[in-house]
């Protein structure tokens, strides 16, 4: 991926992502001529472009992508410096600001991969879970696009969007496998049965594993976002300075509980504090980051060995960690498992793997109305299309 930055005046970090192996440079470069044998009776079957949407949280996003697979353009419009000072996500900041950047993402996603509106195939956007507010402002866009284009509107889940964000980079990988979502909102274990097609085998209990990487990094005096710092951190502590807790859930083996971890650090920062103790800071940050990588791959390793599956992907912001990164590896090295992960700007929020999602979803005929509204819990794999869509 070749990754472009600019910090524009208002401390917004414009992204523009781009698939280093796409290599045409031409006008209208989304299209490829047809052959003979892309011939399905008297109509040709050509390239399907995705222009897609994504402003759930805090980056206003836009993508155009190819085939489900090439992302022809990848534009971020990330707030992380605007919230850092409040030590997390202000709702109503990041819905302004996605409306004063979405616009610009878009026309520059579409530059990037040039192409126009007419070349577009649908739209989609991520329409559920997320901040309400933020996810009404793409939401709107692109059934403003949709309406004014005549083009089909899709919409995705933003989970099934982290999923999708493995086929991206790695062309081979075809459902069915085991998925670990591990973000600030989710943490999912799930086999991926099809295209679209997810049966949840387990999930957080209370605190997901990103949210938990937030409150400790806070705890600790790390501050906001959270899961880099600690991953950073991590990298000069001792990861067996505290034995902290790794939950176990008897009723159900591959649910996750961070909440006793979390209770946990803040129990030994209290003590030390009451003892006039000091406490190694990247000490602390590598014990804990330990603790949550352990369970979030034994859990993974676990589930594909007993449902019999020889393919383990991961998504979501903490599947950024290198700690987890790299235990995944060598586990799945040695449990003959291939092991899929996206590039860690694949793993953050981003409109590729939105356009990557859709692309199943249009071939197989979804198509939403444009009384398609947010939906801020929508949960996964369970999207209700009658309500939400014609098909």
Known sequence: MNIDKNVEEDGVIFMSIKDDTNTEGTENAGRKPKTDGELSGSREKEDILILAIESSCDESAAAVVKNGREVLSNIISSQIALHTIYGGVVPEIASRKHVEKMNGCIRAALSEAKVTLDDIDAVAVTYGPGLVGALLVGVSEAKAIAFATGKPLIGVHHI?????????????????????????????????????????????RDDAAGEAFDKVARAIGLGYPGGPKIDKAAKEGNPDAFSFPQAKIGDAEYDFSFSGLKSSVLNIINQAKMQGQELVQADVAASFQKAVV??????????????????????????????????????????????????????????????????????????????????????????????????
């Open 160 to 204: 099934e969007g982290h999923i999708s964000a493995n086929f991206i980079e790695n062309k081979d990988l075809e459902p069915p496998f085991v998925c670990l979502v591990v973000s600030g909102g989710h943490s999912h274990l799930v086999v991926v049965k099809d295209y679209g097609v997810y049966e949840i085998i387990g999930q957080t």
């Open 294 to 391: 352990e369970v979030l791959v034994g859990h993974a390793i676990k589930a594909c060995k007993e449902y019999g599956y020889d393919k383990l992907a991961i998504a979501g912001g903490v599947a950024s960690n290198s700690g987890l990164r790299e235990l995944m590896e060598k586990e799945c090295a040695a449990n003959n498992i291939k092991f899929y992960r996206p590039s860690p700007v694949l793993c953050t929020d981003n409109a590729a793997m939105i356009g990557a999602a859709a692309y199943y979803e249009y071939k197989k005929g979804v198509r939403f109305g444009l009384d398609m509204n947010a939906v801020p819990n929508l949960p996964l794999g369970d999207r209700e299309r009658r309500f939400h869509a014609g098909k």
